[in-house]
């Protein structure tokens, strides 16, 4: 029986591996989620059941915060019936002003449209990365506050350098680092700043208590 594009994309999504954190570089104080191996765990499951990704970007200089912004669409098409394809628009990212930032922001916005795309499971609360297994059932609801995400912004990262700051001048110099991503988020997207600044605000005090 011959399957349409939105079977096919199910079962890329059932076969699609988890992909596992790669190692901290110095200096880091967290597992990066990296792009290629996002890309490769994708493009595996897509291409094992006759579907096929493309992708266009858009860029737009923000001069209020000095970044590049790119936005991602992506095509998926049907390998046996190109003319039927399903589109993943929205995830976008922001990148430096140099040489390097447009092309930085076109791979992070890549790397979260084939997260979204196939709802690959990442492990992003575990900082020594995931380790794929089956998914199980559950009924049991979490009472936790949520945790809130931003497709232009590693949150967790931030949140984990900052848990990480041993002093009042590492605290300093992470505010200064992430503040055009503070400012961003207090207009674009509150719940995300909450919860940064609830962090930082526990941090502040931990430090100046000497703890």
Avoid: W
């Avoid at 011959?2 to 570089?25: E, F, M, P, T, W």
């Avoid at 809130?148 to 912004?153: G, K, P, R």
């Avoid at 207009?187 to 208590?209: F, G, H, P, S």
Wanted: with cysteine.
């Amino acid at each position: 029986m011959k399957r349409n594009i939105y079977q096919k994309l199910h079962d890329a999504c059932l076969s699609a591996k988890g992909v596992k954190k790669g190692a901290k570089a110095n200096g880091m104080h967290f597992n990066p989620l990296l792009h290629d191996d996002v890309q490769a765990t994708a493009t595996q499951a897509l291409l094992d059941n006759g579907l096929y990704a493309t992708c266009n970007y858009l860029t737009e200089i923000v001069p209020n915060i000095k970044q590049v912004m790119v936005v991602c669409t992506m095509r998926v098409y049907d390998v046996e019936d190109p003319t039927q394809h399903i589109l993943v628009d929205g995830c976008s990212a922001f990148g430096n002003l140099d040489k390097f930032g447009t092309g930085n922001a076109m791979s992070y916005s890549r790397k979260y449209a084939f997260l979204n795309l196939l709802n690959l499971k990442t492990g992003i609360k575990d900082e020594d990365g995931y380790e794929p297994k089956p998914f199980e059932d559950s009924t049991e609801q979490s009472v936790e506050e949520p945790t809130y995400t931003d497709d232009s912004i590693e949150v967790e990262e931030i949140k984990n350098e900052i848990k990480s700051a041993k002093n009042m001048k590492e605290f300093n110099i992470l505010a200064e680092k992430y503040s055009n991503h503070i400012q961003y988020l207090i207009k674009n997207n509150t719940k995300v700043y909450q919860q940064i600044k609830d962090v930082a605000d526990t941090r502040e005090l931990q430090l100046n208590n000497g703890q």
